[in-house]
Nanobody, 113 residues
Framework: VQLQACGGGLVQPGGSLRLSCVAS????????MGWYRQAPGNRNELVAT??????TNYADSVKGRFTISRDNANRLYLQMNSLKPEDTAVYSC?????????WGPGTQVTVSS
């Protein structure tokens, strides 16, 4: 499984961005997918996850602002609203099958005025 994320950029506080992640390869085996982020000096942290059945889980810091979704083609999305400077980080997508976790290269999100 290969993953490619895109959609990052520079946005002002209070603004919105939509990240996308496309999975290719043996996508039929994918069960859960998720978004993670890492800010400079911080460890990688979970942002949101979604199961194949559509059940979602969010970090407390993004609840009510971010929405994770996926389509049948194994494209993963993260709609980010009301962005804050502390949301600045490199965002990466992850896919999990029965045996392995797969990571794609991240996309930079910078929230600054």
């Amino acid at each position: 499984v290969q993953l490619q994320a895109c959609g990052g950029g520079l946005v002002q506080p209070g603004g919105s961005l939509r990240l996308s992640c496309v999975a290719s390869g043996s996508t039929f085996s994918i069960k859960d997918m998720g978004w993670y982020r890492q800010a400079p000096g911080n460890r990688n942290e979970l942002v949101a996850t979604i199961t194949r059945g559509g059940s979602t889980n969010y970090a407390d810091s993004v609840k009510g602002r971010f929405t994770i979704s996926r389509d049948n083609a194994n494209r993963l999305y993260l709609q980010m609203n009301s962005l804050k400077p502390e949301d600045t980080a490199v965002y990466s997508c992850k896919a999990r099958d029965r045996l392995f976790d797969y990571w794609g290269p991240g996309t930079q999100v910078t929230v600054s005025s």
